[in-house]
């Protein structure tokens, strides 16, 4: 959900890594749909979409993570790695080929289906991202529905529970093109964070006709906020990742809190947005994303 700290409550597995003609690197076997599906379920830290307001998120660690889902990640980012490479060879770009898209012959901006939808209630962010993901995988999910697989409570939907992780298990068990895993990043995410989430953006947008991510963001009083939200507040949201442009160094995104009539000032949000990359990266410091 969108979370006004201060005020109020705002608002089957896939088998992502079959690639023709990517074989698994030494040291390395993909991901499989079984121990995807096993590290969203598997009980975690209990990491709630809620906070004390703050005027900055100095200090914060990474959500602690599972190793189970760490695992998981690890594989899945492997074979991200091996799509890219082959991609990249198949290009075979000239000399002065520099940007990603080029080198892997990717293209150099991608959106999928615009979906957005109001949030029908001010802390339904969680099941209304949800039900625009799976949208644009041509699955039809009500927000209600998302909400009962999310387990979304007033207080908005976990980033882990003793339940597991509720938005890529309930992503994994209602679509066949993904294998969902979580990334937990800390408050100050480095070059490396960024740069990884920028792969996992282009790599996603482009593999099996593309598949969107989900952003969980942590935005503090001062620091960075999606378009339209309350610079002075403490907001946690929930909201779906559609699209890039330049290569992976802008985000394109759709935000549920557009039309949402629960949500005082969700009139000055786009039902669509783009932002640097390196911005989204750090408005998700301290909690992450789903890809």
Known sequence: MARLVAITAVGAS????AVPGVSAAAGHSPATSDAIGHAAQSAAPLVADSGPPRAGKRGLAAPAMTASMLSANAEKQAAAAEIMQVMTAKASPGSQCASLSCQTGLPAAK???????AQILDYFCGPATVSEMLAQM???VSQHTAARELGTTPGGTD??????YPVPEAL????????????ALPWSPTT???????????TDLNHKGGVPLAGNAYEVAAGPHLAGNPVDQTIFHWFDIRGY??????TD???????????GWATQVPAYSSMASSTIVNILGARGYMW
């Open 192 to 202: 490396a964070q960024i740069r990884t989430y920028e792969t996992d953006l282009v």
């Open 111 to 117: 959106d999928l289906l615009a979906t957005q939808q």
């Open 14 to 17: 896939a088998s992502w890594v």
């Open 172 to 183: 994994n068990a209602n679509q066949k093109l993904n294998d969902y895993v979580a990334v």
């Open 159 to 164: 980033w882990s529970n003793a339940s597991g």
């Open 138 to 140: 041509h699955v039809s």
């Open 253 to 263: 995104y759709e935000d549920s809190v557009h039309g949402a009539s629960s949500i």
């Open 245 to 250: 442009q330049d290569s992976g160094a802008v």
